[in-house]
C-alpha cells in the first residue's frame, strides 16, 4: 500500500504560480510514474502531468504544455508540479497519482493510488 500526502495548493491571481508537492511513502514502484491529476467541478477528473522514476521522461495534458512543469526527487520520493502563468480555467482539486499503470495519456482507471488533492483557485 502507497500514501500519498500532497501540499502546496492555494488562491492565486490569473498569471501567477504555484507549485504542489506530492510525497509517497509505503510500498513504491520505480518503474512505474508518478503525477497530477485535476477536476474541475461538473468535471471528470482529467490527466495534467506525469513524470518516471528512473529517467524523469515526462508527460503533459496539452492544455498545461509550456506552463507546467514536474520534476522528482528520488531520494525524498517526492514529486512537485510547479504551475506558471495559471488561467482561471486551472482551477481545480488537484490530486496526486501513484502508481500510473499505462503511459502516454492515461485516465483515472490507469491509478491505483490517490492523494487526498489539494484545491487550486485561479481568479481572473
Known amino acids: 500500500q502507497v500514501q500519498l500526502v500532497e501540499s502546496g495548493g492555494g488562491l492565486v491571481q490569473a498569471g501567477g504560480s504555484l507549485r504542489l508537492s506530492c510525497a509517497a511513502s509505503g510500498r513504491t514502484f520505480n518503474w512505474y510514474p508518478m503525477g497530477w491529476f485535476r477536476q474541475a467541478p461538473g468535471k471528470e477528473r482529467e490527466f495534467v502531468a506525469a513524470?518516471?522514476?528512473?529517467?524523469?521522461?515526462?508527460y503533459y495534458a496539452d492544455s498545461v504544455k509550456g506552463r507546467f512543469s514536474i520534476s522528482r526527487d528520488t531520494a525524498k520520493k517526492t514529486v512537485y508540479l510547479q504551475m506558471n502563468s495559471l488561467k482561471p480555467e486551472d482551477t481545480a482539486v488537484y490530486y496526486c497519482?501513484?502508481?500510473?499503470?499505462?503511459?502516454?495519456?492515461?485516465?483515472?482507471?490507469?491509478?491505483?493510488?490517490w492523494g487526498q488533492g489539494t484545491q487550486v483557485t485561479v481568479s481572473s
Open positions: 513524470i518516471t522514476w528512473s529517467y524523469g521522461n515526462t
Open positions: 497519482a501513484y502508481p500510473i499503470l499505462r503511459a502516454g495519456t492515461p485516465v483515472p482507471a490507469d491509478v491505483a493510488s
